[in-house]
Structure formats: C-alpha cells, structure tokens
C-alpha cells in the first residue's frame, strides 16, 4: 500500500501513551497478549494486546487516538468494507443465531420497544421481527449503515452516533423496554461507559442484552493474531464474562441469562484461513482461494454444535434486568 499523507510524520502518532495499569481493574500485573500489524486492510502500524494477570481482562495497548482510530476505520466507516462477521450474520445460519437471541428474550418479556446498538445493517432487528410482531424495532450505530437499514425498513428509527454522547443519551432516555449489544463493546474506548448509557435509555425493569467475544477462548490462544475476535485496530477491548456480571450488578442490575454456547459464531478457522491468505497472496490471487476457505466454513459449521460445549467456545451472552 502506498504512503499516505497522514502516515509520513510516522503511525506512532495515532496511538495514546502506553498504560501500565489495567483499566478494568486497576492491577499493574500485565502481560503481552499479541503484537500484530493491520491483517485485515494493511494499513501500517503494529498495535499490541495486553492482558490483565488479575481480572482477565484483554485490552489494546497502547489505545489509539481519536485520531488514529478514525484513520484505521475509515473504509469501515465510509460503508466501503464489512469483515467477515458481519458478511457471517446475513447468512442463514446467522439469521438462527439472532432468532435464538431473540428467543431467549421472549421467554422473559414481550417489549414494546427495543433498540439495537451497534445495529449496522440492522441483521438482528430483521430476524427478531420474525417473533416480536408488535415490537417496535429502532437502530443505532456510528455509521451510515443504520440510515440504509432504516430506508431498507428493518428498523423504525435510525441513530447515527454514539449512545454515550451527551445528545444522543438526552433523546433516548428511559425510551426503550428492551437494549442489545452483539458483539458492540469491544469496540467501545469504554465499555463501562457504554454500560451505563444502555441503562440508561432503558425504562424502569427494562433489559439489556449483551452478545459479546470471550477472550478465555481456546481458539484466542491456539489462533494468535489470526483470531478475528482480537481484531486488530479495531478491537480495543475484550471482557471476560465474571468481568461484566460484576459491573453489571455494580450498577444496578439483576443478572436473568449467562451462555457461552449459543453465542458461539462458527468463523474462527475460516477467518484465520483468510485473513492469513491475505497476507501471504497479492491481492489478485485471493479470488482463486476462495474454495479453500469456504472449505474451512463448512468445518467451522460442523464442529459449531461440540465446540461451543467446550472451552473452544468464542463468545458469551448476559441477559440482565434493571433493577433501579
């Protein structure tokens, strides 16, 4: 990729001062996780993962600037680019995963209003329709995607920010019976922020659901830097599931689901496949390795139903209600 303007004083300068303390917990007993280029756009850099020794929480080290994360996001941003999960959540296997999600909420509530953050091309609301007839389904997210989903009419309302931004927390609060999050924290600079702007949008005994990776993984481990869940630039925080039950009841919250199984996403070999192939092969020559990786989905999908009963499993989900 040829320099860019932004890049000449050097990529150093996208990036915050290195933290010596984990900003979950406060420990100082860190370890390295990962050091990893940009496998996904290519764009220069090196962004390291450091990892809590004490709470297990995973964290990119040092965090880029606001800057810098505009920079690193651009083709994301500007709709141009998608990854491979979110291409992953269209499909019909994808459409499954959101209708158990759904399920799991239906067995608890029957909500008049919901709000998908992180929406996209609002993939959820599309299939929650399908058992939530009379809910009302609105979609937030930073990007121009939830306009379209809007114009497309999977969602009600579209909102184009960032729920913690003092306007958007100002028109959406205490408006919505249910809130969702699927895999939307590890892109939050703070997910404890993020955390109480979702409560806050919620009424009184509302719910909140979070579908978010979970960095204990053994695919993390055994896949490195290849695994898409540590997603570099983009992912700057990963929360392992005690982490977000403990703050969730710090603030007020009654915890109603814990699952590591179902929100299992079967993408892991076939991603590292990919993303591997791309740093390998020119450009040009990655059309001819499609085969190949549509040969690792299918072992991803095949072994789906035993790994995500095992430690192999990448995400987990909490379902929680507010209580005050």
């Not at 505009?70 to 459409?95: M, P, S």
Request: positive net charge; glycine residues 6%; charged residues 25%.
């Amino acid at each position: 990729m040829p320099p860019t303007p932004e890049l000449l004083p050097g990529a150093d300068r996208f990036h915050e001062p290195r933290r010596a303390d984990c900003p979950w917990c406060g420990s100082r007993r860190l370890r390295t996780r990962l050091r990893t280029p940009d496998l996904q756009h290519r764009r220069p850099g090196t962004f390291a993962v450091d990892e809590c020794r004490d709470c297990g929480h995973a964290f990119q080290n040092p965090r880029l600037t606001a800057e810098g994360f505009v920079f690193y996001h651009r083709d994301h941003y500007q709709g141009r680019l998608e990854d491979h999960a979110d291409r992953l959540l269209a499909t019909r296997a994808g459409r499954r995963r959101h209708r158990a999600a759904a399920r799991a909420v239906l067995a608890l509530t029957e909500p008049e209003s919901w709000l998908d953050v992180g929406t996209g091309r609002a993939h959820f609301p599309r299939a929650a329709r399908e058992l939530f007839a009379y809910t009302s389904f609105d979609g937030l997210d930073s990007t121009l995607r939830v306009v379209w989903a809007q114009a497309d009419g999977h969602v009600e309302e579209a909102h184009c920010g960032h729920l913690t931004a003092p306007d958007m927390q100002a028109r959406l609060r205490a408006r919505y019976d249910v809130v969702s999050m699927f895999r939307h924290l590890e892109h939050a600079p703070d997910p404890r922020a993020e955390l109480r702007a979702a409560l806050a949008v919620l009424r009184p005994g509302g719910h909140l659901l979070i579908d978010t990776a979970d960095p204990r993984s053994a695919y993390g481990t055994l896949l490195g830097k290849w695994w898409v869940p540590h997603g570099q630039p983009r992912h700057l925080h990963l929360l392992p599931p005690a982490n977000l039950r403990a703050e969730l009841e710090a603030q007020g919250c009654e915890i109603l689901r814990a699952d590591r199984g179902a929100p299992h996403i079967p993408y892991d070999i076939s991603a590292a496949l990919a993303l591997l192939l791309s740093r390998l092969l020119p450009r040009r020559a990655l059309r001819a390795t499609a085969p190949l990786v549509a040969a690792a989905a299918a072992v991803d999908h095949l072994l789906a139903p035993l790994l995500r009963r095992t430690p192999f499993s990448n995400g987990h989900r909490i379902i929680a209600r507010k209580t005050r």
